[in-house]
C-alpha cells in the first residue's frame, strides 16, 4: 500500500516502546485509538500485508492521513489510556460502549461529615463512593427508593450540622435520622452508611446477618422501639435476598460475560454473582462492531466498563480466551488492589451461568434491534412528510433549529441543534453568546446568529463545516425574514429555511403568505416540534448558566476586601455555588487556597447577616 509522506516519515521513527497511537482522517479527527506493547512493530503492521486483514481494517486504513503517538512506561499503562481516549474521542473504528455518559451511577458522598445517597451521571474525583454503571434507570430510581425507606438518610445538601431550630418533614415521618437535630452521632450514621454498601455491593446476607444481631441486641436492652425499626429494615433486606437464586455453594463473588451481535451492533449480558447468588445483571450496547471478529467484542468491552465500575470482584467468567490475558488481569488487579483471574469455564454449573448470559445478550440485542428499526421507519416517514409539506427536492437528512433566548434583553444567547436522520445529535451542537445587539431584539439576534455560523462555513472553520438541508428558526415571519437576508447576503439562499411559530405550531415559509398549517397528527410535524423544543431547551440551559454566574459574581461583589483573586479562589473551590458557600462554615472557608483568616471571617460574616435579613 502506498503510504503517504507524512506519514511514512513518522512511521520511520517510531520508538519500540509501549504506548497508545492515534489514527487521524484528513479533517484532523480521531478515528482510531489502539495500544501497542512496541509502537513501532504494532503501527507498521497496518501498512504492510493488507490483503490479509479484515475488510474493516482495510478501510480504516484507506482513511489513515496522520497519526500520533503517546509513550508508556508498561503495556498496563497504555491500556489505561487507550480505554481514556476511546471514552474521549469516540473513534469511528473502535469498539465502543454505547451512550456510556449517560448510564447513572449511585453515589454516596463519603467525603461529608454525614453521608447522603443520590444518584449521578458521571463519575468525579470527589472523594465519594460510586456504584455502577447501571443502564436500567428505572431501577435505579426503585433502588434508590427502597434504600431510602429502609435507612433513614439524608436528603438535605446543608453542610452545617449546627442544631437546627426544627426538624425537616423528613425527620418528622421517620425517614431521615435528623443529624442536623443531634439525634444521631457521626459513628452511628457511619455504621448505617457502611450496611447501604453492603447491600450495593450485592452482599444482602451479610447485611442481614448484622441486622439480626442489631435487633437481638437491642431487645435484649429493652429497647423495642430500636429493635422494630431493625425487623422493618431486615425484612425489606430478606425479601431482595428471597428473588436471588443460588448459583454457587462456594459463597463466591464473581461476574459472568457473554455477548451476541448482530450487523453494527453488540449485546454484553453481565450476571454480576455475590455471596454465591444471583444479584442482579444488566446488558451494555456496544456500536462499531461490524466486520470485527468475536473475539475482539469482549476485551474492548472489559476495557471500557471495568475502567468505570467501582466494584470488581476476583473472578470474570468469559466464554472464551481473549489474547490480552495478561495484560488485563494485571490491570484489573492493580484497580481491585488484589487478585483477579479470567476464567472459561468448560463445564459445570458455571458454563450454564455463560449460557443464561448469553440467552440474555440475545434477547436484549433482539429488543433493541426491534426498537430501532421501529424508529428508524418513524423517522423515515417524517422526513417524507416534511419534504412533501415543505415542497423539499428530497428528505432533509440534516436539520438546524435556531431559538434565542434572554429576558428583557439579558444575557442573551443563541442555541443550534441538529438532527441528522430525524435524530437529535448533540455533538453536532453550537451556542452563543449575542455580542452586537442592545435590548430585547429578537430579529437582529437572529441575524447575528445567522450570520456567525454561515461566515464560519464560508471561511472554513471546522465546527461548522456540515451544511444544512433544512433551517428551522423558532419564531415567525419575522425571525424567518431576518435570517433569509443574511443567507441570501452570504450566499446560502438555496439551503430552504423555515420559521416554525410556538403555541399555533404554525409554519411560516418565504415566498408564502399565510402559515401553512400541519395535520396535528402529522409525524413531519411531531419531528418539527421535537427539534425546535431541544433548541428551545438548549437555549434555556445556557441563559441560565450565564444568569447564575452572573447573580453569583454580582453577590460576591457586595463583599468588603474580596478582590478578583480571591473571588476567583472561592468560586473554584465551590465549584460556582453561591448555595455552598453560602452554607460554609468559617473552617471550611478558610481551607479556600490563597483567602486568608480574615476574609473568611468577612465573607461568613456577611452570609450571616444575609441570612438573618
Known amino acids: 500500500m502506498k503510504v503517504i509522506a507524512v506519514l511514512e516519515e513518522k512511521l520511520k521513527i517510531l520508538p519500540a516502546l509501549p504506548g497508545v497511537y492515534l489514527y487521524k482522517d484528513e479533517k484532523g479527527k480521531v478515528i482510531y485509538v489502539g495500544k501497542a506493547i512496541s509502537l513501532k512493530n504494532r503501527v507498521r503492521s497496518y501498512f504492510v500485508g493488507q490483503q490479509k486483514t479484515s475488510p474493516k481494517t482495510q478501510a480504516l486504513v484507506r482513511h489513515i492521513r496522520d497519526l500520533e503517538y503517546i509513550v508508556t512506561d508498561s503495556e498496563v499503562e497504555a491500556l489505561i489510556l487507550e480505554s481514556n481516549l476511546i471514552k474521549k474521542y469516540k473513534p469511528k473504528y473502535n469498539i465502543r460502549l454505547m451512550d456510556d455518559k449517560n448510564y447513572p451511577y449511585l453515589r454516596i458522598t463519603v467525603q461529608e461529615k454525614f453521608p447522603r445517597l443520590e444518584i449521578a451521571r458521571t463519575v468525579r474525583q470527589d472523594g465519594a463512593r460510586y456504584f455502577g454503571p447501571y443502564t436500567n434507570v428505572g431501577a435505579v430510581h426503585e433502588t434508590l427508593k427502597l434504600l431510602k425507606r429502609v435507612f433513614p438518610l439524608r436528603s438535605c445538601k446543608q453542610t452545617n450540622f ?3 431550630e426544627r426538624a425537616c418533614l423528613n425527620a418528622h415521618i421517620k ?7 443531634g439525634l444521631i452521632s457521626e459513628a452511628d450514621y457511619r455504621k448505617m452508611i457502611a450496611e447501604v454498601m453492603l447491600f450495593l455491593e450485592g452482599r444482602q446476607e451479610t447485611l442481614a446477618k448484622k441486622l439480626q444481631k442489631r435487633m437481638r441486641e437491642a431487645a435484649e436492652q429493652l429497647d423495642f422501639e430500636k429493635a422494630a425499626e431493625l425487623r422493618d429494615q431486615l425484612q425489606a433486606v430478606e425479601k431482595v435476598i428471597e428473588k436471588q437464586k443460588i448459583v454457587s455453594t462456594g459463597l463466591e463473588d464473581f461476574d459472568v460475560l457473554h455477548y451476541a451481535r448482530e450487523g453494527q451492533l453488540a449485546c454484553v449480558q453481565v450476571l454480576f454473582i455475590r455471596g454465591g447468588k444471583v444479584s ?11 466486520e470485527m ?11 471500557q466498563y471495568y475502567h468505570r465500575a467501582e466494584f470488581i470482584p476476583p473472578q470474570l467468567l468469559l466464554p472464551e480466551a481473549i489474547e490480552e490475558q495478561e495484560v488485563v488481569e494485571a490491570w484489573l488487579q492493580g484497580k481491585r488492589g488484589g487478585k483477579v483471574a479470567l476464567k472459561f469455564p468448560q463445564r459445570g454449573h458455571k458454563k450454564e451461568l455463560l449460557a443464561l448470559a448469553a440467552k440474555n445478550a440475545q434477547e436484549s440485542l433482539q429488543q433493541e434491534s426491534s426498537l430501532r428499526e421501529e424508529r428508524r421507519k418513524r423517522n423515515e416517514k417524517a422526513l417524507r412528510e416534511v419534504a412533501a409539506y415543505l415542497q423539499l427536492a428530497e428528505p432533509p437528512q440534516r436539520m438546524e433549529c435556531y431559538d434565542i433566548s434572554n429576558i428583557q434583553g439579558q444575557e442573551a444567547v443563541a442555541s443550534m441543534v441538529v438532527f441528522e436522520e430525524g435524530r437529535a445529535n448533540p455533538n453536532q451542537y453550537r451556542r452563543f453568546k449575542i ?24 471561511k472554513g472553520a471546522q465546527r461548522f463545516a456540515l451544511l444544512p438541508d433544512l433551517v428551522i428558526v423558532d419564531g415567525g415571519k419575522g425571525q424567518l425574514s431576518a435570517a433569509r437576508e443574511v443567507m441570501y447576503e452570504l450566499g446560502f439562499a438555496h439551503i430552504p429555511a423555515v420559521g416554525l411559530a410556538k403555541e399555533e405550531e404554525w409554519i411560516f415559509m418565504e415566498g408564502r403568505a399565510e402559515p401553512l398549517i400541519l395535520p396535528r397528527d402529522s409525524q413531519g410535524l411531531y419531528l418539527l416540534q421535537r427539534i425546535r ?5 438548549f437555549a434555556i440551559t445556557y441563559h441560565r448558566l450565564l444568569r447564575g454566574k452572573r447573580n453569583l459574581v454580582s453577590v460576591l461583589d457586595d463583599i468588603p476586601g474580596l478582590g478578583p483573586k480571591r473571588k476567583a479562589a472561592l468560586l473554584k473551590h465551590f465549584q460556582l455555588s453561591l448555595q455552598k458557600i453560602r452554607q460554609a462554615s468559617l473552617e471550611e472557608l478558610k481551607q479556600v487556597e490563597g483567602l486568608g483568616g480574615n476574609a473568611a471571617l468577612q465573607i461568613w460574616n456577611f452570609f450571616q447577616i444575609c441570612d438573618e435579613e
Open 162 to 164: 449546627n442544631k437546627q
Open 175 to 181: 425517614r431521615c435520622a435528623a443529624p442536623c437535630q
Open 280 to 290: 442482579g445483571g444488566d446488558h451494555f450496547l456496544l456500536e462499531g462492531v461490524q
Open 293 to 303: 471478529e468475536g473475539q475482539d467484542i469482549l476485551p474492548a468491552f472489559l476495557k
Open 435 to 458: 455580542k452586537t445587539v442592545e435590548g430585547p431584539d429578537d430579529f437582529a439576534s437572529m441575524a447575528e446568529v445567522i450570520r456567525r455560523r454561515f461566515m464560519n462555513a464560508s
Open 533 to 537: 423544543d431541544e433548541a428551545h431547551r
